[in-house]
């Protein structure tokens, strides 16, 4: 913030700011503990392919992206192969 200016946000996105500090810092601790139990090969493709699969349903479920049925189509493949990718390897 400069001086004389006004905020550059609204009291709205403080609250969901912080939630989603507290939720990556869960997120965190997990990704120590996983990389604790499991060896970081296994670990790391998990922890990289995971957060992508949910934030693309998410988009879908809660924005409306990704409309028509070959981009659902399509998205649906990227994850059928994200999952089989992780489970082989975590094999």
């Known amino acids: 913030l400069a001086r004389g200016r006004k905020r550059f946000h609204g009291r709205e996105v403080v609250l969901p700011g912080l939630v989603s500090g507290i939720l ?3 997120a965190q601790v ?3 503990k996983a990389n604790g139990i499991l060896s970081y090969v296994i670990a790391f493709p998990i922890i990289v392919a995971t957060p ?3 934030a693309a349903i998410w988009g879908v ?3 409306g992206e990704n409309r028509g049925r070959r981009n659902s189509a399509l998205l649906a493949v990227v994850i059928v192969l994200q999952v089989v990718g992780v489970g082989i390897i975590a094999l």
Do not use: S
């Open 52 to 54: 992508g699969v949910l």
């Open 61 to 63: 479920v809660l924005f």
């Open 30 to 32: 997990g990704w120590f």
């Open 24 to 26: 990556w810092g869960i």
